[in-house]
DNA sequence: TACATTTGGACAAATATTGACCATATCAAA
DNA sequence: TTTGATATGGTCAATATTTGTCCAAATGTA
């Protein structure tokens, strides 16, 4: 298991990159990736994008850990019960049929 | 399945009270605790505790139904695949093991 | 030490969310 | 069908949240 930001840091350091090398190349400042890659900040889908770009991985599955991680976050923010994303889980699938049917 | 909206819509109607009296009773505009029920609006920790006094029922409860609903509604947003909610529950126990270990 | 790399904090800017207001729609009874 | 009450919808300013920049401080390394 890993945060958004350990992946991209792993994927970085993979490479041998320094932070200032990748934040060149996508065209931000060192402080922001480093934010990033201790899930600080959430960087926007497009910028998620051109990192997914760089280290030639798969965007989407990119994009799910962002996701995955922002609503983690969120549970452990209000201290709620992880167990409350079960509930969740069916009350998407529910919200589903109900915008259908 | 409910979601908060339903839940306090269902709440009001079983005391055949209208949206102006539990409107009223919130300190609320009657159009707010409408979108309350249709979920167009979240209401604050504050409200839904006041929500909860007023009707009776467990306060915890009820804002965890709020914030189940909130991760639904994202995840129908991102139109991702709600079983990454079992990504992020093993990521929130993976969250809480590193901020304590 | 000197230099590169990474992190932290404060703050303005950009985004997102909310609530107020008012018009419109829906409904029920007379 | 009119009347009056109830509920919904749309716009927009106010508020709250999040982000990115800037710069200082810390950490690492030769």
Redesign the interface.
């Given at each position: 298991?890993t945060?958004f930001g350990e992946t991209i840091k792993q994927l970085r350091e993979e490479q041998n990159l320094p932070q200032r090398k990748v934040a060149a190349y996508l065209d931000i400042d060192t402080s922001l990736l480093a934010k990033y890659e201790r899930n600080v900040r959430q960087p926007s889908k497009e910028l998620i994008i051109k990192i997914a770009a760089l280290f030639k991985v798969n965007s989407e599955a990119l994009i799910?850990e962002a996701?995955?991680?922002?609503?983690?976050?969120?549970?452990?923010e209000?201290e709620?019960?992880?167990?409350?994303?079960?509930?969740?889980?069916?009350?998407?699938?529910?919200?589903?049929k109900q915008n259908n049917g």
């Open positions: 298991m945060t799910s996701l995955t991680d922002k609503i983690a976050y969120q549970i452990l209000e709620a019960d992880s167990k409350l994303l079960r509930v969740a889980e069916n009350k998407v699938e529910y919200l589903k």
